[in-house]
C-alpha cells in the first residue's frame, strides 16, 4: 500500500509539472510586450461589401452590395491605391491566367456577374478583358439602377501592372483554380522579380498550384488549405513544448476567430514563434467560411488583448482608423 501511495503521489507530482510546464511555456502573460502595431489585410482592396443571407459559391455577389458610400470597385488599381492610403499594409488580389501570357486580376471564374462580358475569364486574351466594364454589374437596389456602369472600362489590371504600380508594397496573391500548371505559369511570370519584391508577396489557391509552385519557388511565401491543416495539426501535437515544425515555416496562417484561442501560446506567443519561422499569422472573424472580416468597428473589441499579428478585412476605410485611434 506504501509503495502504491508513493509511486500515486510521483505521478501527480509529475503530472502537476507537465501541467505547470505547458501552462509556463504557453501563456502570453510573460511575453514581453512589443511596439509592433496589427498589420491589416484589405480583402480586394477596398471593395464594395454585400450582405451574406443565402450566399453560396454560386451567388453574384455584384447583385447584393450595400447602397455605395465610396467609390472604389475591387481588384481595380485605384481600389488598392484608396487601401493603402487608408492604412493597409496588405492588399488580397484575385488573379487568373490570360490566354496570351498574361495574368488578369480579377476575382470571378466568370465574367457575366461583374462585367459586360460573357464567358470564363481565363478563356481570353488580356486585350479582349481590357475591354470590359468591370463596374456594369454592381447593383444595390435589385436593378433598377447600376452606380458603376461605364465606370471601370479599362480597368481590370494585370499582375505586372500592380507590382510595377506599387513596387514596395505587400500583396496577398489569389490563385483561382486548383490546376497544377498555374502555379508552373505563376512561377516563370514572376521570375522577372528582385528576391526583395517577391519577400513582399504570398501567394495562397488550391492544393495543387500551390504544391507546384512551393516546388518550382521554395523562397515564396505560400498558402493552401493543406499547407495549413498540415501546419496546425503537427503544431496542435508537439507546439505545448515551443517547437514549430517545418510545415509551419515560410507559409501564412489564415486562423479563424472562432478557433484561435486553441492554438498553443495563442496570441502572442503563438505569433513569435511563427514569425521566427517567417510565417504571417492572419485573424479572420467567425469561422472564416465566407471571408468575414473584422469590419465594423464594435468588431474590434472581440481582438484578443494586445494582439499583433493580422487582421482581415473587407472595410478598411473603416477599421483602419479604429485602430489608428
Not at 501560446?265 to 465566407?290: C, H, S, Y
Request: glycine share 8%.
Amino acid at each position: 500500500m506504501k509503495k502504491l501511495k508513493r509511486t500515486l503521489k510521483r505521478f501527480f507530482i509529475l503530472v502537476f509539472i507537465l501541467v505547470a510546464f505547458m501552462y509556463l511555456n504557453n501563456t502570453s502573460l510573460f511575453t514581453k510586450d512589443t511596439d509592433r502595431e496589427p498589420f491589416l489585410l484589405a480583402h480586394r482592396g477596398l471593395a464594395q461589401t454585400f450582405h451574406m443571407e443565402g450566399i453560396t459559391g454560386e451567388t453574384c455577389t455584384a447583385e447584393r452590395i450595400y447602397e455605395p458610400d465610396h467609390p472604389y470597385l475591387e481588384n481595380t488599381i485605384p481600389s488598392m491605391e484608396a487601401a493603402f492610403e487608408a492604412g493597409a499594409d496588405v492588399v488580397e488580389i484575385d488573379v487568373h491566367p490570360t490566354t496570351d501570357g498574361e495574368f488578369a486580376v480579377f476575382h470571378d471564374w466568370t465574367l457575366e456577374c461583374r462585367t459586360d462580358g460573357e464567358g470564363v475569364t481565363r478563356e481570353h486574351t488580356m486585350k479582349e478583358l481590357k475591354q470590359l466594364d468591370v463596374g456594369y454589374g454592381y447593383t444595390a437596389n435589385n436593378g433598377e439602377t447600376y452606380p458603376f456602369r461605364g465606370k471601370g472600362v479599362g480597368l481590370m489590371p494585370t499582375l505586372d501592372e500592380v507590382l510595377s504600380h506599387f513596387p514596395d508594397q505587400s500583396f496577398l496573391i489569389h490563385i483561382k483554380s486548383n490546376d497544377p500548371n498555374e502555379g508552373e505559369l505563376l512561377s516563370q511570370y514572376l521570375r522577372k522579380y528582385p528576391d526583395e519584391r517577391l519577400k513582399e508577396l504570398t501567394i495562397y489557391g488550391g492544393d495543387n498550384p500551390i504544391a507546384t509552385l512551393k516546388d518550382k519557388r521554395p523562397e515564396l511565401r505560400v498558402m493552401s488549405m493543406d499547407t495549413l491543416k498540415g501546419c496546425l495539426l503537427q503544431y496542435a501535437a508537439v507546439g505545448w513544448t515551443g517547437y514549430v515544425p517545418a510545415s509551419c515555416e515560410n507559409t501564412q496562417l489564415h486562423i479563424p476567430e472562432k478557433f484561435a484561442s486553441y492554438l498553443w501560446g495563442f496570441p502572442n506567443k503563438f505569433i513569435n514563434r511563427m514569425e521566427n519561422a517567417n510565417t504571417r499569422v492572419v485573424l479572420v472573424k467567425g469561422d472564416g467560411k465566407w471571408s468575414e472580416g473584422y469590419d465594423e468597428k464594435e468588431d474590434i473589441g472581440d481582438l484578443p488583448t494586445n494582439y499583433t499579428g493580422g487582421i482581415w478585412t473587407n472595410r478598411i476605410d473603416i477599421i483602419a482608423p479604429v485602430l489608428q485611434k
